[in-house]
């Protein structure tokens, strides 16, 4: 069955980088659309962060524009998310999100969510 597993989560200074990753795998067809969102323990929704599509267009929220960067590696499956001049109201869960084709359905899978806290 499909999994998206993200890893590159930590804890980092203000003014900081750090980038996570996020690899999916089991069964693929094809993937379209990928992207990144965001959600804190005070949000009940998960707010979007950046997304690409298959052929490398991609769409920030405004508040990461000019600072975070994603990109995809098609043959490997994985989306990054390079994340530069941190501050403390970027920290939030992070997860992944892609839209899988497989030999049975084409449906949306979120991986399991990476910590990122950055520290004032």
């Known amino acids: 069955q499909v999994q998206l597993v993200e890893s590159g989560g930590g804890l980092v200074q203000a003014g900081g980088s750090l980038t996570v990753s996020c690899a999916a795998s089991?069964?693929?067809?094809?993937?379209?659309?990928m992207g990144w969102y965001r959600q804190t323990p005070l949000k009940q929704q998960r707010e979007l962060v950046a997304?690409?599509?298959?052929?490398?267009?991609?769409n920030y929220a405004d508040s990461v524009k000019g600072r975070f960067s994603i990109s995809r590696d098609n043959a490997k499956n994985t989306v990054y998310l390079q994340m530069n001049s941190l501050q403390p109201e970027d920290t939030a869960v992070y997860y992944c999100?892609?839209?899988?084709?497989?030999?049975?359905?084409?449906?949306?899978?979120w991986g399991q969510g990476t910590q990122v806290t950055v520290s004032s």
């Open positions: 999100n892609a839209d899988i084709v497989t030999r049975l359905r084409r449906r949306t899978y």
């Open positions: 089991g069964g693929i067809f094809s993937i379209n659309d």
């Open positions: 997304t690409i599509t298959s052929g490398g267009s991609t």
